[in-house]
């Protein structure tokens, strides 16, 4: 979590990529290093498990925003 924000901002690594999000809606206790988390336009929306982020990402890379998408 970010200091200064409520403990409402976490700083998280989002496929090797530093984000800061929001974790205001989730209604169970504090994260901790290695929690995952679902996340839809900065928002952590659910809590996960590694199956349940992979599930996830694999259904991204399907629809083609996955973190292989280059963007072409």
Known sequence: MLDGYGNQL????VA??????????LDE?????GSWVLIHMGFALERV????AQRAMSGLKMMGSGEDNDGA
């Open 10 to 13: 976490a700083l998280v690594d």
């Open 49 to 52: 498990d590694s199956a349940g």
């Open 29 to 33: 206790g504090p994260l901790e290093p």
């Open 16 to 25: 090797g990529v530093e984000r800061k999000i929001n974790i205001g809606l």
